[in-house]
């Protein structure tokens, strides 16, 4: 496990949790997400999120912590490679 996939494992915690908080269904925060700035977010994409396993973009993410009151921020501690930034930043949608 890369400290990536440990960070995405992180936040995805967070976001089930903010969820429950709110007594949302994955679909209805899918929907809250959309209405934050997203391109259409699937109830799939909230599922793979939460557990850790979503490769999309950084706007779907945020969008869902927009949606939970919460923003995504980021720190660079050293230089990443070239690789690392294109795992990181897959904005396909």
Known sequence: ???????LKEIGSLIKQLRAQKAWTQRELAIQASLHG????HRQEISQMENGRFKGSV???QA???AL????TATVARKPQLEELEELFNDED
Not at 1 to 7: K, P, R, S, V
Not at 38 to 41: E, K, L, N, Q
């Open 1 to 7: 496990m890369t400290i990536y996939d440990q960070y």
């Open 38 to 41: 997203a391109p259409v977010i």
């Open 59 to 61: 706007r779907k993410l």
């Open 64 to 66: 869902v912590l927009r």
């Open 69 to 72: 009151r919460y923003t995504l």
